[in-house]
């Protein structure tokens, strides 16, 4: 009989795990590409981000930035030779540092003598300090931040050098090769360099602080008819009035000053563009005295 030679066909059907590994390796790819596309838009956000604007973001995001300079003598360049190339442009660099809190051994060693008063008094004076610190900081950014806004003086960003010092926030507007503040020989300012006083003195004018103003000559200066010593004097009392010009009140000016040659900005190289300059100082101001409430 025909039945006795049937072929059976068994299909045996496998367990329905398969269909869920098709989709896997499309999230898998979908977070490769949104990983690609952040680390592509951070690379861009970096190579178009200025450095003023780095530093900003970096301060914002740290507990306390004190930029301050770290050499034996006090300059900008903390110490640090220019080289070569860098000192015929008449740059300059200044050097940030952050600092910690101040550490607290006078006000422990206070509480253990008995003097909670003096222990008081040194917690607010170093919260005074830490206070000006910061407007400092905030003014320093302003200025570099109105120099680049404004494209009549943009190109003098790397002239404009701030630090942070014990005294203030000192603010210098250095020489360059073909791009000086002043005439040759003269206190008459360059056209960029008067808006670029003002635009500091508009900045500097926000803060109730006292400035003190100093000139300074560099060897290559052409000063046989007033003298180094009048001239300096003379390119300070200029740029008062030019920052009065911007907003600063004259009550506010603490001193103006010719020091000639004898602070060169780089003392190794005396005929340097940069020992030309303008230093303007935003005086560290003592807190007020408290009132005296004792009987007499």
């Not at 049937?6 to 590994?21: F, L, Q, T």
């Not at 896997?24 to 003023?52: C, G, Q, S």
């Not at 603010?171 to 003002?198: C, H, T």
Request: no cysteine; hydrophobic share 35%.
């Amino acid at each position: 009989m025909a039945g006795d030679n049937a072929v059976v066909i068994k299909k045996i059907k496998k367990g329905g795990h398969g269909g869920h590994h098709g989709g896997a390796w499309k999230v898998a790819y979908a977070d490769f590409v949104t990983a690609m596309m952040a680390f592509f838009l951070l690379m861009w956000l970096i190579n178009t981000t200025t450095p003023e604007q780095k530093r900003g973001i970096a301060d914002y995001f740290a507990p306390q930035s004190i930029a301050q300079t770290v050499s034996g003598s006090g300059g900008v360049l903390g110490g640090k030779v220019m080289g070569q190339d860098e000192a015929h442009a008449g740059g300059a660099q200044s050097v940030m540092q952050k600092q910690s809190p101040p550490a607290p051994d006078s006000t422990t060693k206070a509480l253990a003598n008995g003097s909670g008063q003096g222990a008081g008094q040194n917690a607010n004076d170093a919260s005074d300090q830490a206070g000006q610190n910061g407007e400092f900081n905030h003014a320093a950014e302003a200025i570099h931040q109105a120099v680049q806004d404004n494209p009549d003086i943009a190109n003098l960003s790397h002239q404009v050098i701030t630090e942070n010092t014990p005294q203030g926030l000192r603010i210098q507007l250095v020489d360059a090769d073909g791009r000086p503040m002043f005439q040759q020989g003269s206190n008459e300012p360059m056209p960029y360099a008067k808006k670029l006083l003002e635009a500091v003195g508009k900045i500097v004018s926000t803060l109730p602080n006292r400035v003190s103003i100093a000139g300074h000559t560099g060897g290559n200066d052409n000063a046989a008819t007033d003298g180094s010593w009048e001239l300096s004097a003379a390119r300070a009392n200029q740029a008062r009035a030019l920052l009065q010009s911007g907003g600063l009140g004259s009550d506010r000016i603490y001193e103006v000053a010719g020091k000639a040659g004898s602070e060169p900005l780089l003392p190794e190289d005396p005929n340097a563009s940069a020992n030309r300059r303008l230093s303007i100082l935003l005086m560290r101001e003592a807190p007020p005295a408290p009132a005296n409430t004792g009987l007499n």
